[in-house]
């Protein structure tokens, strides 16, 4: 039994305002319950490892490497600490919490991961090496599955715990979090009837190859394409000149970047000049490509994803193109593509961009992007020939009256904006 521990938070959603008083003796009923809730209800799908009772306004601090909970806000509330099986032929198990208020609205809110969230506990979450060599039950975990099978736990945990069911579930995550709603609306339609997922990390598949493709493009530090963070400086203040206006207002903000027809070539260096105050040709060179979509293959006609936009260039430094390369994407060929714990991204080519498509690990993705259709399982003579349309399949989702927001930040730094606009 392996010890991936996607850190799930389901909160029953708290009816109570804040403000309000609980009487003693319910809070010590409460209390009672929470504490005895563990030994009464067992079950082959999960177990109980803890059971905390914290008052209105108790200190709740819980933070370690994957998840910052440090607050004395909360109304009174039950914190069960759970193992899920997610695969009972053999054991595996993932982590979850369900977090039970004293006073209850009969509403459920899941809470999704960031990064590797789904990781080792014990790890960073933007360590994936949980997941490999050959750690499938890991992959398919973090895929999918440990989400689905905590909702169906907490979903029967909450009903015995307040002798009446649900009448509402929401779920709210980004970046990963995005990702894992995206899938549950696709394959579990009945998990959730709201989501609010902000800048999903969708198509994984196709955003890996585009974070490594980003940071090679001026990597390494102090190559003639490295861009310094004061030359990012520079160039923002060169997109805003060019753009702030468009949305008639001087206010620092270009309020539509895909409007922005940005210019970096009027900082293009003359002769003789001083390098930390324009753009040397090759740098120049990487930034076209930096905010350009990502296309691959033959005459570069296949899509992957799409570019950094005018305007973010302050936070663009401290993410894909900042002096130290953004790990996901190693990992992700590392331990979840290839099973090659000495790839690295620099090795990054066209065949390994394919191959990850196509494996598409844990079908972590909503469908099975085809963007890829190669001629034979060789990796060496992978060939990129065919394009189709990215199609999540959405339909059980919507048919039974579900609803999603989606959102994304211009400047992510980590995860562009084109995959949640259409156009
Ligand atoms: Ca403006």
């Known amino acids: 039994m392996t010890s991936l521990i996607p850190f799930l938070i389901l909160i029953p959603v708290i009816a109570a305002q804040l403000g309000q008083q609980h009487s003693p003796f319910f809070s010590l009923a409460q209390n009672s319950r929470c504490s005895t809730f563990s030994s009464s209800f067992r079950s ?3 177990t109980i490892l803890d059971a905390i009772y914290y008052p209105a306004y108790a200190p709740v601090d819980l933070t370690n490497g994957q998840a ?8 009174a509330f039950c914190r069960l600490v759970l193992r899920i099986v997610t695969n009972p032929g053999n054991g595996k198990d993932a982590g979850a919490e369900l977090w039970l208020p004293d006073e209850w609205n009969e ?3 899941g809470f999704g991961n960031g990064g590797w969230g789904g990781g080792d506990h014990t790890g960073s979450m933007w360590d994936g090496s949980f997941a490999g060599p050959g750690n499938d039950d890991a992959i398919i975990d973090f895929a999918w599955r440990a989400l689905h099978m905590t909702t169906v736990v907490v979903k029967s945990l909450t009903t015995e715990f307040y002798y009446r069911p649900y009448t509402k579930s929401y779920f709210m995550g980004c970046s990963t979090g995005g990702r894992q709603g995206i899938k549950a609306m696709s394959i579990f339609p009945e998990d959730y009837d709201g989501l609010v997922l902000g800048s999903p990390a969708n198509p994984f598949g196709q955003l890996m190859p585009w974070q490594a493709r980003q940071g090679q493009l001026v990597h390494p530090v102090g190559s003639p394409p490295w861009i310094p963070e004061k030359t990012w400086n520079l160039i923002h203040a060169e997109a805003v000149k060019q753009c702030d206006m468009l949305d008639g207002v001087q206010d620092g903000i270009i309020l539509d970047p895909l409007a922005c027809d940005f210019h970096p070539e009027t900082l293009q260096c003359q002769s003789n000049a001083d390098a930390s105050t324009c753009l040397t040709s090759e740098r ?10 990502y296309y691959v293959g033959p005459n570069n006609q296949t899509y992957v994803f799409s570019p950094f936009v005018p305007g973010g260039e302050y936070a663009y430094p401290q993410g894909l193109v900042g002096e130290k390369l953004f790990r996901m994407p190693e990992d992700y060929y590392r331990y979840f593509v290839l099973n090659d714990t000495t790839w690295q991204v620099s090795m990054l080519d066209e065949a390994v961009v394919a191959m990850g498509i196509d494996t598409n690990p844990g079908q972590m993705d909503v469908s099975k992007i085809l963007l890829y259709q190669r001629r034979n399982h060789q990796l060496r003579n992978a060939l990129l020939v065919r394009t189709q349309t990215y199609s999540p399949n959405l339909t059980a989702f919507f048919a039974r009256g579900g609803k999603v927001l989606q959102y994304a930040g211009w400047d992510d730094e980590l995860v562009s904006t084109g995959h949640s606009v259409s156009s």
Do not use: E
């Open 44 to 46: 082959k799908a999960f």
């Open 68 to 75: 910052t909970v440090n607050t004395t806000a909360l109304p």
């Open 107 to 109: 509403r459920l809110l």
């Open 284 to 293: 120049l060179s990487a930034l076209r490509h930096l905010y350009a979509p």
